[in-house]
């Protein structure tokens, strides 16, 4: 009797539920969180055919069909796409490297009070030094070579993933490391099964900033320190510099940007899923 | 130290001796709990009442072993579970997932965790909810996730803070049912705080009176009720009287 009654209970809470909708309804969120996007880009290009037919520095400023065209052939060359990936590979690798030492810095810094106290400011202070100062230091390091592009990356990207960690071991609410603590976790397996996985919302908001250290850190580096043989983002933009070629400077800042957006966006997309999974929407 | 054989024989048991507890230092420190003296009974429910800030959770944790008394002793036999009025769960893992976590921190094996998890959460009848995340599950729901979760933890002692203060009426009465049924299987010894008398009388062998700031034990009731027991019965709602009335004349001493 009282399971029955408990069942039916059960029930009336969750016919709440809003039901999910159908294809159509997916399309029209699709389209709803688009145009605004595609709006923009048609408005920009708009501004940018004026700018051009109003003469501004008519001698190398470009038209965006011109740009876009060349842009189009770059593209079908395939050294933009070995440019490209040299860039990413860069990107993803050092990401990667600074993600370890990010979170392993951050969970002993989150968790021990003493090294918190050390070096918790410095890690902010590493977060807002420009990635350039570190330049020199790594040539001298290294020499003019991947290795000094990937440690300015990382010195650049990891103090900002140590912090994203922090802040999201310091957002734990109480009471779920009291359950844990209840249940006989302890340390490491406490960090692991409670602050890790309760910090990872708070984490990867915190990872689209470091992203964004990581791909500014890249091009900064990979704009001075040239290393002949391997195209990259940074190699082009500098031949085109030499050239004078503004089409092709604008080619490359385009996809820079686009690189950086979907990177970004991924990070977003990932984001939501993990809201949506915790019920934080 | 109980010696090991006395432990067997008896189930475990809680027993406070002259235990205080004052949080902070000098002039910002708050005396939380004095000079309390009580004993829960194995196999039984002790209920404690009091107004809030008497130091009821203060007692549980130190029950649990999440705060130190300043000073007395606090002996609880046996592995200690504790709920809260939240019901805590994790909300990265599913109900399953929470029931088993708390299996693995045992070093309970992959294969029987699922297994145990899913009998615990059919003890609570969320059997066809495993699969649900906590912020899918109503209120009252969540908070029989935690009882199986505070189960799979095969606690000798049980605390609850107040597990049932934020569920309708009606949730409430249905998990009093539950908590009779799940503790007169087990034996397990059950400190309920609430700070609704007859919550308290409906559900305990005794209810310990606790007076405010700081908590001491003012009075303690045994419940010669037999079971099963309803919140609107003629006995339960008169012994609450008898509790309330003590319990205001209390409160009132502080406003004069
Ligand atoms: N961690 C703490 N630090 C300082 N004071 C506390 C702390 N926990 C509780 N207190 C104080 O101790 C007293 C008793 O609190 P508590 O045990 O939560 O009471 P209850 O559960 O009966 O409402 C309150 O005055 C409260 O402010
Ligand atoms: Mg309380």
Sequence with gaps: MAHDTIAGLDALDLAA????????????????AAWPKLAAIVIFLALWEILYLAGWKSLI??????????????????????????????????????????????????RIGALRQAVGSMLTGLQTMPSVAWIPFAIILFGSSTSTIGFVVVMASAPSIANALIAGVDYTPPLLV???????????????????????????????????????????????????????????????????????????????????????????????????????? | MPDATAT????????????????????????????????????????????????????LSLIAGLERPTAGEVAAGGRVALMFQEAGLFPWLT???????????????????????????????LGGFGKKRPHELSGGMRQRVALARALAADADVLLMDEPFGALDAMTRDLLHEEVDRITAGRDLTVVFVTHNVREAVRLGDQVVLLSSRPGTVLERYEVPIERPRRIDSAPVAELAGTITDRLREEVSRHGT
Aim: charged share 15%; hydrophobic share 45%; aromatic share 6%.
């Design chain 1, 178 to 281: 009291k359950a844990g603590r209840l249940m006989g976790l302890a340390r490491l397996r406490l960090h692991w099964h409670v602050y890790l996985p309760s910090s990872l919302p708070t984490f990867v908001s915190g990872l689209k900033q470091a992203w964004a250290f990581t791909w500014h850190s890249l091009l900064t580096a990979e704009l001075v320190v040239l290393i002949p043989n391997h195209p990259s983002l940074g190699i082009l933009l500098d031949s085109d510099q030499q050239q004078a070629d503004m089409p092709s400077t604008i080619a490359v800042m385009l996809v820079i940007l686009i690189l950086g957006v979907v990177v970004d966006g991924l990070f977003g997309l990932w984001n939501r899923s993990i809201q949506r999974r915790r019920g934080l929407e």
């Design chain 1, 17 to 32: 539920e809003a039901a999910p909708g159908g294809a159509g309804a997916r399309a029209g969120r699709v389209w709803n």
């Design chain 1, 61 to 110: 400023f470009p038209a965006p069909g011109t740009t876009l065209s060349d842009l189009g052939t770059q593209l079908s060359s395939g050294q933009l796409w070995q440019a490209i990936e040299t860039t990413l590979g860069r990107a993803l690798g050092g990401f990667a490297i600074a993600l370890v030492i990010g979170v392993v810095v951050g969970s002993l810094v989150s």
């Design chain 2, 8 to 59: 067997k024989e008896t189930p475990a048991a809680v027993t406070l001796t002259g235990v205080s507890k004052t949080y902070g230092r000098g002039a910002a420190s708050v005396r939380a709990l004095d000079q309390v003296t009580l004993s829960a009974e194995p196999g039984e429910v002790t209920c404690l009442i009091g107004a809030s800030g008497c130091g009821k959770s203060t007692l």
């Design chain 2, 95 to 125: 109900a399953a997932g929470n029931v088993e976590l708390a299996l693995r921190a045992r070093g309970t094996g992959r294969a029987e965790r699922k297994q145990r998890a899913a009998g615990l959460l059919e003890t609570v009848h």
